[in-house]
Structures are given as structure tokens and as C-alpha cells.
């Protein structure tokens, strides 16, 4: 029997983020939009504390209105804790112009929301169908897809993007990878009933704590809505082996590391088995070619610390939107100077603090006491997601600026 081929103006792999605000974008062009998603949803994701950056991009896809209706818990800013030291950023109270406040989310509940945004504005999307292969040599780029009922068939599209996250289908297929520069780190997480009643704790904010004697071992704490929240350790993988047992008794035991962590979750109850992820940064040798481009997590992973991943997920589908807007047009469109420049700039500010976070020189910015109100505006900007924003000296020559400030908070 000949397999069936099917054709479309854009293929999206994945529906995660990336390829929901993607699919979004590109039907307000009046585009043929089908998306595969592997799994069925809603499925477990992880990545829940979002940055205000990224409700500029749920806004340009017409998103917003169902996510704020989902009712997830409002956040305005980071707090950092190490040991009896304490402090917090206001994401209203920052140098860039934009959202200064956003959410912390369910990821299972969140990527719904939005996958059901992009079939409700005309998307196809088709759960538990499988990108397997694709062929960059024919006329039209196209993909083989396997569905979980056995059945296979072929898509013929206009454009592929590939917005499959970890799945990383096109950087494998087309051995586009390449190793990250960051040793290799794990992170253990779950989500809890945290039963905190402490007075002042602050549920609008993703709380990271720093452990007590390992500078570049830490905890998030992000509080969801309903009296849950979601918590995780992250370190070097050689350091997460030391801990046996299972991953919740891994978890709990490195969490009660920290006294004041311990505290806070006295009464928390453990309901959820954690998990455990290693190795996630990832890079790739190119983050598009002939018919294709990478979105989000597909073509580069730089680390949790900052909560990045969903902001430049969303930012690369709206850089790439743009860029497809011209193609079909008919204009020439350089993938490098239009997407792969302009999305690299923001990755690497967040490149240059990830660094900064794990060799100290960062906790010691962010924990210094006699900071310049303006310096704290401009890196909370860069922590509300702004690292694309060229008027702040941060972003603009980051390296640089942030060695001084090290040295001065020193
Ligand atoms: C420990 C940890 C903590 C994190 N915390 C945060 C945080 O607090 N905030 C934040 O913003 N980010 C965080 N991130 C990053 C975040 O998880 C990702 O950056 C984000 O999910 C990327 O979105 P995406 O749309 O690119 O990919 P994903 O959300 O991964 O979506 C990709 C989709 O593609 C599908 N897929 C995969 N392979 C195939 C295939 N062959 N065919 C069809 N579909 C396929 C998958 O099933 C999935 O649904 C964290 C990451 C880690 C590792």
C-alpha cells in the first residue's frame, strides 16, 4: 500500500510553548498550520515559573485572555535566600518598559491552555502522532510520522519548525548537535502540598535558595495556586549521586540540607513521587536550515536557574513567525541575520549570568546590600526576561558590566 502524503504550508513539531505560540502566529498570516505532538496532553512538562517577557509573545498570539482565565498563580518577581540572608525583586520595578508581572504554572494545565488556543484559532493539532524521519533533500521539506495506532504516513510543508523540546528531533536526525559548555548538571523535582504558613512568606515570587555550603547547588520553591508548589534541587550530577534511595527520598533529604528550607516545608506533605532529569543543556551547530528552523528547547538549553527556557521558547517562535511572514511573501530571508542572531543576543545575556550564577559572582551581586537602585533595576530586568533589551548596559555589553559589578560587590 503507498503511504499517504499530506501537505501543509507549516509543519510544527512538538506542542509545547514554542510551537503553540508559533502555530498561533502564523494562522494570523493565513497559514496551513498542522502541529504533531508525541505525547497525549495534558502530560507532565517541567519549567513552570515564567518571566514577564514572555506574556508580550502569549499576547501577540492571542493567548493571553485564556491563560490569565486558567487561573494560575500570579508572580511579580524573585526572591533569593541564602542561608540567613534574604532578598527579593520586584519584576514591576525594573529599567525595561513591558510586563513587569506573570505566572507560575501546571505545565500539564499551561501547555493545554495553549495547545487548545492554537486549535481554537484554526490550528491542526494531532496528539500522540510522532515526527520519525525527514528528508531536507526533496523539493519540499518532509517528514515521516508514525501514529500510536501503528499507522504511518508522510508531510509534504511549506517550512518546518522544529519546537520538539528535549525530543531535539531535527539535531538528531540531522546531527546538528553539538556539547554544551556547562558541566554536566541534574536536577531532582516534584510537586508537594506545602502546607507553608510561615507569616510573610511570599507566594508571588519563585523563591531559589542557595545551599549552605555549595555555592552552585541550589533549590527553586515555585508556589502554584491552590497551596501546592513545585520544588527542586539542581547540581552536578556526581554531586546528585552521592544521595541514595529513591528520587522523593534524594530530594527531601538534600532539601532539609538548608535550615531554612527544612522550616518552611514542616508541614508540607510529600503526595508526589519526584523525578529526576540529567544533562538537559544542549547546542546545536546551527539553529536553522534548508526549509527548516529550530524553536525553543529544539536547538539550544542553557540551565533552570533564571527560568529562561519558556521566555526564549516563545521568543524564538514569534523571531521565527516573522521571518516565515517575509518567506512566504516571497522575500529572501537570511535565517542567520533574522533568527539565529537576534535569539542568540538574549540567550547569551542569560549565557553570561548562568556563568556568573554557578562560579559566585552573581549571589554576590544579588545578596550585596549597598546596590545602586538603578543597577537593581537593570538586573531586574534581566531576571523579569529582558535580555534582548540593548538599553540596558547589562544586556548590551554584559560581560563586561557584570565582572565590574562583581568586583565592586566584592
Ligand atoms: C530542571 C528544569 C527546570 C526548568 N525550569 C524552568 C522554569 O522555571 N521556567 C522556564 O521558563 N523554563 C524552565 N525550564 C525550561 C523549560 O522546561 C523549557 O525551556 C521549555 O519547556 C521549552 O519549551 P519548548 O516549547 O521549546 O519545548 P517543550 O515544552 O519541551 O515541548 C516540546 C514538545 O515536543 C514534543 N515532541 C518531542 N519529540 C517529538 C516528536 N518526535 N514528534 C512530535 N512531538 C515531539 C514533546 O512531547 C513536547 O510536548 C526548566 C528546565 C529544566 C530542565
Redesign the pocket.
Known amino acids: 500500500m503507498q503511504t499517504r502524503v499530506e501537505q501543509c504550508d507549516v509543519l510544527i513539531?512538538?506542542?509545547?510553548?514554542?510551537?503553540s505560540v508559533a502555530a498561533a502566529l502564523l494562522l494570523k498570516q493565513g497559514r496551513r498550520v498542522l502541529v504533531?505532538?508525541?505525547?497525549q496532553f495534558p502530560?507532565f512538562?517541567?519549567?513552570?515559573?515564567?518571566?514577564p517577557q514572555s506574556m508580550e509573545y502569549l499576547q501577540q498570539a492571542g493567548m493571553l485572555q485564556a491563560v490569565v482565565e486558567a487561573g494560575f498563580q500570579y508572580k511579580n518577581g524573585a526572591a533569593f535566600v541564602r542561608g540567613d540572608r534574604y532578598t527579593d525583586f520586584d519584576f514591576r520595578d525594573k529599567h525595561s518598559p513591558g510586563w513587569g508581572t506573570t505566572y507560575q504554572v501546571q505545565r500539564a494545565q499551561f501547555?493545554q491552555v495553549l495547545a487548545n488556543e492554537a486549535e481554537r484559532q484554526g490550528a491542526q493539532v494531532r496528539y500522540q502522532?510522532?515526527?520519525t524521519a525527514f528528508d531536507a533533500d526533496a523539493e519540499k521539506p518532509r517528514v515521516a510520522v508514525r501514529h500510536t495506532d501503528g499507522t504511518e504516513y508522510i508531510v509534504e510543508a511549506g517550512f518546518v519548525l522544529d519546537?520538539?523540546?528535549?525530543?531535539r528531533?531535527l539535531s538528531r536526525l540531522l546531527q546538528l548537535e553539538t556539547p554544551s559548555n556547562f558541566p554536566v548538571r541534574g536536577?531532582i523535582?516534584t510537586h508537594i502540598e506545602d502546607g507553608i504558613d510561615v507569616p510573610g512568606f511570599d507566594r508571588n515570587k519563585i523563591r531559589i535558595t542557595v545551599h549552605p555550603e555549595h555555592c552552585d547547588v541550589w533549590y527553586w520553591l515555585?508556589p502554584f495556586a491552590g497551596g501546592r508548589c513545585s520544588i527542586?534541587v539542581?547540581a552536578e550530577t556526581a554531586f546528585l549521586e552521592q544521595f541514595k534511595g529513591s528520587e522523593t527520598e534524594r530530594l527531601q533529604t538534600l532539601v532539609m540540607q538548608d535550615p531554612a528550607s527544612r522550616a518552611l516545608l514542616e508541614n508540607a506533605r510529600w503526595d508526589t513521587p519526584a523525578r529526576q532529569?540529567v544533562g538537559?543543556s544542549s547546542n546545536v551547530k546551527s539553529l536553522w536550515g534548508k526549509g527548516y528552523a529550530l524553536?525553543?528547547?529544539?536547538g539550544e538549553?542553557l540551565d533552570?536557574v533564571f527560568?529562561?527556557?519558556?521566555?526564549?521558547?516563545v521568543k524564538s517562535a514569534s523571531l521565527a513567525a516573522a521571518a516565515l511572514q517575509r518567506q512566504f511573501a516571497g522575500e529572501t530571508v537570511d535565517w542567520e541575520s533574522e533568527y539565529a542572531i537576534p535569539l542568540k543576543k538574549g540567550v547569551d545575556t542569560f549565557r553570561t549570568f548562568v556563568d556568573s550564577w554557578y562560579s559566585g559572582g552573581f549571589q554576590k551581586v544579588i545578596f550585596y546590600e549597598k546596590q545602586q537602585p538603578e543597577v537593581r533595576r537593570m538586573i531586574a530586568a534581566i531576571l523579569a526576561g529582558y535580555a534582548w533589551d540593548d538599553s540596558n548596559p547589562y544586556v548590551k555589553e554584559s560581560k563586561r558590566r557584570l565582572k565590574t559589578l562583581e568586583e565592586i560587590c566584592s
Open positions: 513539531i512538538g506542542a509545547g510553548p514554542a510551537g504533531l505532538e508525541r505525547e502530560r512538562s517541567i519549567g513552570e515559573s515564567l518571566l501547555d502522532h510522532t515526527v519546537a520538539s523540546g528535549f525530543g528531533v536536577a523535582f515555585i527542586g539542581v532529569i538537559y524553536l525553543g528547547n529544539a538549553f533552570p527560568s529562561s527556557g519558556v521566555t526564549i521558547a
